[in-house]
């Protein structure tokens, strides 16, 4: 039995998108119905998640800035009805106090499929679906945290995260792919933020994609940290337990 796990927040957007508002909603929501259906049979899966994005984001408690750039952006014209036609009719799952994305990571077992155009995923261990390459394959967990170190260096500029300056793909991959440790990976980008504890941490726990409910990168990283970038691991472990004091 293997589950296809469908990042909603594209399916809806994406389909909502190609609807004007001098067209019927209708026409995006057959649209998403049809897109998951070609998910289910490309993948060969006998049963579907989807997960959409909610509210209390904990990335914004810890960096402000966290996609502020997007505030301007207007959305497709339908794309509530879409989302809401999605937990109607899907039973999609939305997401409190995280993404979309990390119930996605969360999720990911043996038995499942993430399925999804973000390339932020590709940190996430495990089988993979591009439904716009029609692409299955499988993340292992070395190139999980090669993709995660070399987001560290490029930024995420979609999300307002900045990395390092003059540090694009061609240069990250130059620096991080021939490495299998993570001990190495760790130090090839901490040297390049100048020791600046602060803002490494803040990405980091920005980028990583939960693996377990509430985690951040400080929680799971088993690494011999300076001390000044351990203080900021502290720091940012109370932060969030500040955020949820019952934990």
Same mark, same amino acid.
């Given at each position: 039995m293997t589950i296809a796990l469908i990042d909603s927040d594209l399916v809806a957007y994406r389909c909502a998108a190609t609807v004007t508002e001098d067209m019927e909603q209708d026409i995006a929501f057959y649209r998403m119905d049809v897109l998951v259906q070609q998910i289910i049979e490309a993948t060969?899966?006998? *049963?579907?998640?989807?997960?959409? =994005? *909610?509210?209390?984001?904990?990335?914004?408690?810890?960096?402000?800035?966290?996609?502020?750039?997007?505030?301007?952006?207007?959305?497709?014209?339908?794309?509530?009805?879409?989302?809401?036609?999605?937990v109607d009719n899907h039973n999609a799952i939305i997401s409190d106090g995280c993404e979309a994305d990390d119930l996605l990571g969360i999720n990911q077992k043996d038995d499942t499929i993430i399925c999804s155009l973000d390339k932020d995923l590709r940190m996430i261990p495990g089988n993979h679906y591009n439904w =716009?390459?029609?692409?299955?394959?499988?993340?292992?967990?070395?190139?999980?945290?090669?993709?995660?170190?070399?987001?560290?260096?490029?930024g995420d500029k979609s999300d307002n995260i900045f990395g390092v300056d003059k540090i694009g793909p061609v240069k990250a991959a130059k620096l991080i792919d021939h490495l299998d440790d993570e001990q190495d990976m760790f130090e090839a980008v901490w040297a390049k933020y100048n020791e600046d504890a602060a803002r490494f941490v803040m990405n980091a726990n920005c980028l990583w994609i939960q693996r377990n409910p509430g985690e951040i990168w400080a929680n799971q990283q088993a690494l011999t940290l300076p001390k000044e970038c351990q203080q900021e691991v502290e720091a940012s472990l109370e932060f969030m337990k500040s955020l949820n004091p019952t934990t």
């Open positions: 060969d899966v006998t *049963g579907t998640i989807l997960y959409l =994005t *909610g509210k209390n984001n904990f990335r914004k408690k810890i960096n402000p800035e966290y996609k502020a750039n997007r505030k301007d952006t207007v959305p497709p014209v339908y794309l509530q009805e879409c989302r809401q036609y999605l =716009t390459k029609v692409e299955l394959d499988r993340v292992t967990k070395q190139d999980g945290l090669r993709h995660f170190y070399k987001q560290m260096l490029i």
